[in-house]
């Protein structure tokens, strides 16, 4: 007999499969963990259904444009002042040079997403990386970085924007989203600083310092994942900030009129007298609309995905789908029995 063998199992087979079922456990473990609990918890509110579905059409809408699907706006392309859904070729109505306003709005729904995204995750992800780094470090480098943030904060934020809107004439939508939220995330930082400063004197984080772990890692590992409630919200009034500040912009001639963008129609719709006229008022009511859901959608996205970071939520709903699962595994047991 084989000294691997003993009464005829060869128990090479049980060995080599132990390591396979482990890693299968592990990879179910990340997967329940980092996809399907964060999603069960997010798709169990109804804000955040309601948020993706808005979004989505925003989403859609964007698509539209930049695959050429609907056509360009343009001057006289149809009758002067149509209302609303008068013709269905032109859903939303005219303006008074005869511009098919249901175009003004879907091309101007690209650049307004990149420049919200831009401007949001610019100011986010500048006031993590110094709200954490200073509220961790201490010290010299929480004087320095918190002492760069007052002086940031001293300077008032429209008339700087208006300055580099002027003298830089951005034409990108990224690069006017940056400009716009260039000191947004002063105070943000200021912020998520006075959280660190409480979260690193937790047990866990004295633990992994105990244990060696270096500083990125406890950052990443240990303090970050506890900001992102606050993070997550103050996201999306970043981005709301820059849809508001551009289309302000743009109302008022500040920014360039190159580009298609909702505070240009805004613009041309008072110009118009659409303020004072009933027959002009989808003119204005349209991109106010436009401005307003998209605001919605992602307070509501805000709202529900604030769930998913909360512990206490994301444990009940880990414990009800692994109580389920068990429930399943029992019943299968007894249907075997």
Do not use: C
Not at 207 to 225: C, E, H, L, W
Not at 249 to 265: A, I, M
């Amino acid at each position: 007999m084989k000294p691997t063998e003993t009464n005829g199992v060869d128990w090479r087979s049980e060995s080599t499969s132990a390591p396979d079922v482990t890693t299968r456990e592990r990879l179910r473990e990340v997967y329940d963990e980092r996809i399907h609990t964060p999603l069960l918890v997010a798709w169990a509110d109804w804000r955040t259904r309601l948020g993706f579905l808005i979004l989505g059409g925003y989403l859609l809408i964007a698509l539209v444009a930049v695959l050429g699907l609907w056509r360009e706006p343009s001057t006289s392309q149809a009758p002067r002042y149509l209302m609303l859904f008068e013709n269905m070729n032109y859903p939303l109505g005219t303006t008074a040079s005869g511009t098919d306003l249901a175009a003004l709005i879907i091309h101007s729904t690209p650049d307004i997403l990149l420049m919200i995204t831009a401007g949001a995750v610019w100011a986010t992800a500048v006031a993590v990386v110094i709200g954490t780094v200073a509220g961790y470090k201490g010290g010299r480098v929480d004087r320095a970085l918190m002492s760069f943030s007052d002086l940031v904060m001293a300077i008032p934020g429209l008339p700087l924007v208006i300055i580099l809107a002027v003298t830089l004439n951005p034409q990108n939508p990224i690069l006017l989203g940056i400009v716009i939220n260039i000191s947004y995330w002063a105070g943000l930082g200021r912020s998520l600083r006075s959280q660190v400063l409480t979260i690193r004197e937790n047990d866990y984080v004295e633990a992994s310092r105990t244990m060696g772990v270096n500083t990125p890692q406890i950052i990443m590992k240990d303090i970050i994942p506890n900001l992102m409630p606050y993070v997550t919200v103050n996201f999306v009034f970043a981005a709301r900030y820059v849809m508001f500040a551009s289309v302000g912009l743009y109302f008022l001639g500040v920014l360039p009129y190159s580009t298609q963008n909702w505070g240009v129609t805004l613009n041309l719709a008072y110009s118009g007298g659409a303020l004072f006229s009933w027959s002009a008022a989808h003119w204005l009511l349209a991109p106010m609309v436009a401005i307003m859901g998209l605001s919605l959608g992602l307070i509501l996205l805000s709202q529900g995905l604030d769930r998913v970071f909360n512990p206490r939520v994301r444990t009940r709903m880990s414990g009800t789908s692994s109580s389920t699962a068990n429930d399943n595994d029992d019943d299968r047991v007894t249907e075997v029995l």
